[in-house]
């Protein structure tokens, strides 16, 4: 056990005095897991500061790192030190590309069609040449003609664009100089329940009145009056499985009614 230990340690030493050039060209060899580990372990610092490069941009440090960890041993695969390279130019852009297709496909806090992230892209960019170039803010109409595209596409694209980095729901904003801070939850509509409660009601009496009185009353006093179904018969003068069957064909009728509401 301690000999392998030592063989071990005695290849790590060897691995560590190679230079990296060398250790790709033993790399390509071999595909030597080893290898691998040390030539990551030497370019890790390409990693760390491409990673700093998009902190606070809508996904934790973290994850980016991991992504352009990945990166960096796509480009450690794929890289030929016998075309005269250097590994660093080469690795670079492989590891931005993994992290801006990290961005692309996760950093959307909702959904929204490729196309409005690639023009929504496009927008910020241009953004910036138009103000050189105008030197005043670009208003939308010219952002669409430098785009060669509709002033709708832009709004729909800028709208979309909202949805990159979600909102802390504690955001906080002044209240026009008084004392207290209004949150960004305060500002959000909510839903009025007596909405929904107003067209329940008008459902329910608008199918209510298609009913025949026989049906009005099983209705009223099973489902209102929370009767029994053997007490509702008794005063109906019919047969439990009678009051069963209306009650199925009540429902049925508030059924087919309701599809006419969602259709």
């Known amino acids: 056990m ?9 290849s790590s030493q060897e691995l560590t005095e190679m230079t990296s050039k060398e250790l790709f060209i033993k790399y390509q060899d071999g595909k030597d897991i080893h290898i691998r580990n040390e030539l990551v372990r030497r370019y890790l610092y390409i990693v760390e500061i491409l990673s700093k490069k998009y902190i606070n941009k809508g996904i934790e440090y ?47 806090s909702i959904r929204v069609p490729r196309r409005i992230q690639e023009l929504s892209k ?20 010219d952002i669409a003609e430098y785009l060669n595209c509709s002033e709708e596409q832009i709004m729909e694209a800028m709208e979309g664009s909202q949805v990159y ?23 959000i509509g909510e ?10 009601k008008d459902f329910l009496d608008k199918v209510i009145n298609k009913l025949n009185e026989v049906e009005k009353k099983v209705l009223r006093d099973r489902f209102f009056n929370n009767r029994t179904q053997m007490h509702v018969a ?6 439990q499985m009678t009051v069963s069957r209306m009650e199925k064909k009540i429902i049925e009728k508030f059924q087919k009614e309701y599809k006419k509401t969602t259709v």
């Open 2 to 10: 301690k000999k392998n230990s030592k063989s071990h340690n005695d």
């Open 234 to 239: 008794e005063e109906l003068q019919v047969s």
């Open 122 to 141: 496009k927008i910020n960019t241009c953004k910036n040449e138009l103000h050189q170039k105008l030197q005043r803010t670009p208003t939308i109409s």
């Open 62 to 108: 973290e994850d980016i790192y991991q992504v352009a960890s990945l990166g960096l041993i796509y480009a450690i695969e794929r890289f030929d030190p016998s075309k005269g390279f250097e590994f660093s130019s080469f690795a670079t852009p492989t590891i931005i590309g993994e992290i801006k297709k990290h961005f692309r496909d996760k950093g959307w």
């Open 191 to 200: 839903v009025d329940k007596n909405f929904d409660n107003i067209e329940n």
């Open 165 to 187: 980095t979600p909102k802390s729901l504690d955001l906080t904003y002044d209240n026009d100089g008084e004392d207290k801070e209004m949150k960004f939850m305060d500002l």
